[in-house]
């Protein structure tokens, strides 16, 4: 399905469900960048591999740049950072070049890159001289262990991103664990491919982009990866009648009456990219597959009875997962803050046409979040739709495959009799309790999980007086046992504890917070 293109305005990418814009560093900030021709880079991979070598030797690493205060923000139109270092080191006018897309005077360019040439970099398609100076044409960033090659700020049509928020997103709601066949689907820079990479066999990258697809090749060359297969064209069409065992898909899914940033506009209306998208990325998984697909969605009100039509008939079971909702104008401004620095008046103009598009459409609520299937040949598949309090931190993957793991026990007929079994609770959680004071006495709040640090930020709040027998679960006793014995212990019907617990175990165990221990094993 071919992507149609037109004019419009540039916007900025942030992370899906973050409304508020980060704020520009107080030292530093560079000026939005004058558009300039996306120049091809080169993937020689000799070079490359000695300046990936160079880079890591003089700490232009995650944790490097953390030390030295010069991490940039994730914003990727915001170069600030809280001290600028400048002390004339290979580390530190690296990191202006590189990280921060700042000229250097060219001696200190010619000694910081150690057996590389100025005319290497310049052959390598990253810097261009200017009279005394050296000046970026490409940003170099480390992310996770990987150096990361994307375009600088600019407003052209076929720019690409490099490790900005919606991309680590998605890098964090990616399954990882070993398979043959990996897929990234819009792959920009490659920063997905590149992590599959490291647990799959072979990866495919697609990109619509011949610019994206140039950028991926030369990430693989930069990281020493040869199991990357990079391939120009639109949709899944470069992969038809292809299977796969993951599929990881950041699709230009934003909905609005433009279309002509290639990263940002699928070409069609409202959220028929990201509906287009869940279904494509199903019909391709092999059995036991697993996609994962970020997308924003139209909904009234209920976000998750407007999605769930999207999985069902997919063959596939379907995690839901969604963590902010927000109206036509939060919107509309989220995806123009650029403009706005740039053209305040552009930026009105821009936001009161997407906004008369909302109105136009009867489009009141925009969700955003992600989608994970598995494919699984069953008489029936399951759906489970969770809301996330906050956007995923760290690496969620084993915690997702335990909401998998969850999901098939609660739809099996071992769940039946839930307490026919022993649960255990999960680590990494907190519970917090309150107590409110009312009328001369205290009354005990409801209890809520949360996962810590990090995850998915998914929530559970249980009734307090079911808590004594969720403290007390562990692999050696039945749930049936614990509940008889804590009725006894109360004076109280069996019945009673019976109802607390049935329901507070069910939510505890599809939030993950809990597993079971079927028939005690």
Known sequence: MPRPTGDHTFVIDQAPGRVTPRRCGERYTAPFVTPHSLNAPSADRARLVSLAEHLTAIGFTEDGLRTSGSSPARDPWSFASGDLAAD????????????????????LAEAAFGTLSIADLEDLGLIARAD???RPLRLIRPYQGL???????????????GAVPASVTLARLTIRKPAARALDLGTGCGLQALL????ASRVTAIDINPHATELASFNAALNSLDNIDVREGSWFGPVDGERFDIIACNPPYVISPDNQFTYRDGGLARDHVSRMVIGESAAHLAEGGLATVL????????????????????GCDALILHYATVDPVSYATRWNMALRARDRQAFETTVQRWVDYFVRERIEKIAFGGVILRRRDAASNWVRALHMSQGAEGSCSDQILRLFDAADFLESPRSRDLFDHAYALVDRHRIDQTLSYTGGQYSVAPAIFRSVPGGLGLEATIDARALEVVLECNRNRRLRDLVESTAHDRGVPVSEVTALAGDTVRQLVEKGFMVPAVNGN
């Open 132 to 134: 005394h100076l050296v």
């Open 147 to 161: 150096f990361i090659g994307s375009d600088l700020p600019g407003s052209q049509t076929e720019i690409v991103l």
């Open 196 to 199: 599959l990479a490291r647990h």
């Open 88 to 107: 004339g080191s290979p580390l530190s006018v690296v990191t202006r070049l590189f990280a921060h897309g700042v000229a250097v005077e060219r001696p």
């Open 295 to 314: 997308c924003n969605w139209i909904h009234d009100g209920d976000w998750a009875a407007a999605i769930r039509p999207w999985v069902e008939q997919t």
